[in-house]
């Protein structure tokens, strides 16, 4: 991002499809999603999964690790936008500010 | 720049064109792509003898007849993306409903040709000729050419093309004549061959099309990281167009031997007080110059025909030496210091350690008749001014008051 104007494209103009992974937006974030595991569904059996489902930039990830029902956070996409927290139906996602 | 030579003068075809149908002329010399335009008075026979050609099969090009001037920008910066060579036509309240995608042509740096017939906004609702529409489109990031007489339309027309797509530029550029009293009054004009016409201006060659096997996205989202590198950008563009201009001139003065510059200097070596106008009033002022000049006065003309960027090199240049610069512009800007082109020379001629009076008249809104009597008058307030030592700074003439 400390590219002089005349080391961008032309005009704004996105000449390689899918760059936007490298425009890493989690720096727009002022609370981030912090987890309970006592409560989530999803540790607990592996059901549920609302968060990853509606989460919008796909930072919210549901895996199995170690035999266990697991989850991470991808902080450098993660916006804070608190979808996950609002659809969460046992609560389990708080918002923290930064 | 293409090697081109002097068209010799039975090549030539003579009609007597309205300046709309000179500029419907050159466009299809031009070998426009994709037109796309909203019909609006005074503009309306440019498209009207453009959709003729078209009818009778004189241009390939795609015509869209859009519902609205907003809409037909729009399709203009599409084309554009393409590739294609593109222009449209407005004038007044459709150049206003354009306002939103103007910006987009020239950020997105599409080198659309616009032609606008200069007419008054509303309201009252007017159809005659001021400044209004396209000095309000000043800051937009157009080029602005002003023209003088048929002759000139065309000849501006075809230049503006190759101008806008000068890889050192890639900007729209505004082709403006006065509303009725140019648009619309025959004159004598003298036309290029076709092939001339195709071999100065050449087929486009796009710097980043949209192309379906080498996918591109274009007018992106640019927030506080990235956006004021692209106007940095843009702004250095539209200031190689003169470099650009002055080339394109001299290609196309080889061709026709004329060629009119950024400012047409009309005897101001000598002048102690400088005519500053541009489009129909500057040939009412050579006249009303001669004729004082008869009488003994010192007094020339500049005849501004490039507004943005503005010359300030060129145009400091001719009118340090002189005693008082007068302004007549067709535009008033409600509230402001004073107008448009008095506001770009007074901010010019800043820097000099002596810089001559400015006076700036506001003449002809909404297609008040601006007659010699006028520019007299004009000149003969600034000779008082001058004897008094100072000036107003604008005021209104031809106005009942």
């Known amino acids: 991002m400390n590219e002089k104007f005349n080391e961008i494209p032309m005009a704004g103009n996105i000449i390689k499809p899918g760059n936007a992974l490298e425009y890493k937006t989690g720096g727009w974030r002022a609370e981030r999603p912090v987890h309970n595991d006592e409560t989530c569904l999803w540790i607990k059996n592996g059901t549920c999964g609302l968060c990853w489902i509606f989460c919008p930039d796909d930072a919210i990830r549901l ?36 | 720049m293409t090697t081109v030579e002097r068209i010799p003068a039975e090549k030539m075809k003579i009609e007597g064109l309205t300046g709309d149908a000179a500029i419907a002329h050159a466009l299809k010399q031009a070998d426009v792509d994709v037109l796309a335009a909203y019909p609006i008075t005074p503009q309306t026979i440019i498209v009207e003898d453009f959709e003729k050609f078209y009818a009778n099969g004189e241009v390939k090009t795609k015509v869209i007849p859009v519902e609205s001037e907003h809409s037909a920008m729009s399709a203009c910066v599409g084309a554009s993306a393409t590739g294609a060579r593109v222009a449209t036509a407005t004038a007044s309240a459709g150049l206003a409903l354009m306002w939103e995608i103007l910006y987009c042509a020239a950020s997105m740096r599409m080198p659309i040709v616009l032609t606008v017939a200069n007419r008054a906004l509303s309201a009252p609702i007017n159809i005659h000729n001021d400044w209004s529409d396209s000095y309000g489109a000043r800051d937009s990031g157009f080029i602005q050419l002003y023209c003088q007489n048929s002759q000139e339309a065309y000849d501006t027309t075809l230049m503006a093309f190759k101008l806008a797509e000068d890889h050192r530029v890639l900007l729209p550029v505004m082709v403006c004549i006065d509303g009725f009293i140019l648009s619309h009054n025959v004159e004598r004009v003298e036309m290029l061959p076709d092939d001339a016409v195709k071999k100065f201006l050449g087929v486009r060659e796009p710097v980043q099309p949209l192309d379906p096997k080498n996918p591109i996205t274009m007018g992106p989202l640019a927030l506080t990281d990235y956006y004021f590198e692209f106007k940095e950008q843009q702004d250095r563009a539209i200031h190689a167009a003169p470099e650009v201009f002055k080339e394109v001139e001299e290609a196309f003065k080889k061709m026709t031997g004329r060629s009119y510059g950024m400012v047409e200097d009309y005897k101001t ?126 005021e209104t003439l031809g106005v009942r008051k």
């Open chain 2, 269 to 394: 070596e000598d002048a102690e007080i400088i005519i500053l106008t541009h489009s129909t009033p500057a040939g009412t002022a050579k006249v009303v110059a001669d004729t004082l000049r008869e009488q003994g006065e010192k007094v020339g003309v500049l005849r501004l025909k490039m507004f943005r960027p503005f010359p300030v090199k060129e145009v400091v240049e001719k009118v340090k030496h002189a005693k008082a610069v007068i302004v007549f512009e067709k535009c008033l800007s409600f509230g402001a210091t004073c107008n448009p082109l008095a506001l770009e020379l007074r901010a010019a001629l800043y820097n000099l350690d002596e810089r001559p009076m400015v006076t700036d008249f506001v003449i002809g809104l909404g297609g008040r008749d601006v007659p010699p009597t006028t520019i007299v008058e004009g000149y003969n307030k600034t000779k008082e001014y001058l004897a008094k030592g100072e000036a107003p700074l604008y």
């Open chain 1, 63 to 98: 895996i199995e690790k170690d035999g266990k029902y697991s989850y991470e956070y991808d902080y450098d996409y993660c916006k804070g936008c608190g979808i996950c927290a609002n659809q969460c139906p046992t609560s389990s996602i708080k918002m923290e500010s930064e």
